[in-house]
């Protein structure tokens, strides 16, 4: 209520002000992917042009029949590095929602010795780069035989520590009463989890999908992957694109490839999250 009365004491300028600030900041942050997408539709006469033109002039889908050509002669199918994209992203995605989820539970819900020195670690996990642990995720991947395989990535995906301390934050403002009457109505740990704290938890775990699916769609494998049957769609096109200038309007498709489904994921939810957030304040 507090929020509507502000809404109705807001004069028409301000709320005039506002909107139109909004609206450029909008439009602003839109125009890097504006952009991209008319540069995969522009000949290659219009992307070496300078000044550089924002907007295509002469719209074609060349650049898109030399990427479908070019990835035809690879020995390994496109379809290949599509499925170990898939593969990675979804396992690396989802495992770490659920792993996070239920190492918080037990933080987040009971006391017990340790809790809080483990809790402690996680934050310190967070204050280093993924460049400084490198080195140690290689040797421990290469300790597990996990090297040139796709475990090299998912597993440590998993491990994620901003899920974890996301998710423990989130599940602390689930009132207590509201378990302890689950369990006076004889429900288990395990329905406990799935049916009550998951679903009031959902504006957390959709955040975590919308940080760590980009992550994982963008990997091209790095230092844990070799085989070429087992690279994933972003090598394979950083490939393509490595060609030099010539391969300039194919780097342009594959830029926008990329870049369309976490777009289209975020898209879907993103009005999932700001709908749970609006409406998870919960008191006991």
Same mark, same amino acid.
């Given at each position: ?10 004069? %028409? ?8 600030? /909004? ?5 602003? !942050? @839109?125009? #890097? &992917? ?106 421990? %991947? ?8 796709? /475990? ?5 995906? !998993? @491990?994620? #520590? &901003? ?122």
């Amino acid at each position: 209520m507090r929020i509507f009365k502000k809404r109705l004491n807001r004069s %028409m300028p301000v709320t005039i002000l506002l909107f139109l600030f /909004l609206a450029l900041v909008g439009v602003f !942050m @839109a125009l #890097p &992917l504006v952009y991209a997408v008319n540069n995969a539709f522009k000949p290659l006469d219009e992307l070496f042009i300078f000044p550089p033109r924002f907007f295509v002039r002469n719209p074609t889908l060349d650049n898109f029949y030399d990427l479908a050509s070019v990835m035809s002669d690879s020995w390994v199918p496109m379809s290949r590095y599509f499925f170990n994209t898939i593969l990675i992203t979804v396992f690396g995605t989802g495992g770490h929602i659920i792993l996070a989820s239920m190492a918080a539970y037990p933080l987040a819900k009971y006391k017990f010795p340790g809790s809080k020195g483990i809790f402690q670690i996680v934050v310190l996990a967070l204050m280093f780069s993924p460049h400084v642990t490198a080195i140690p995720n290689f040797m421990v %991947m290469s300790g597990l035989g996990w090297i040139d395989s796709h /475990l090299s990535i998912i597993i440590p995906a !998993m @491990a994620f #520590p &901003l899920g974890l301390f996301l998710m423990k934050q989130f599940m602390e403002q689930i009132p207590d009463p509201m378990l302890e009457a689950a369990k006076i109505d004889g429900a288990s740990e395990f329905r406990i989890f799935w049916q009550i704290v998951m679903p009031n938890v959902k504006p957390a775990w959709l955040t975590l999908l919308i940080l760590q699916f980009p992550i994982l769609w963008g990997t091209d494998g790095g230092t844990f992957v070799y085989s070429e049957e087992l690279k994933t769609l972003n090598y394979a096109l950083q490939q393509i694109t490595n060609a030099g200038i010539a391969r300039a309007g194919v780097g342009a498709a594959v830029a926008l490839i990329l870049m369309t489904v976490p777009i289209g994921m975020f898209i879907l939810s993103q009005s999932n999250v700001i709908e749970t957030m609006s409406s998870s304040g919960m008191k006991d």
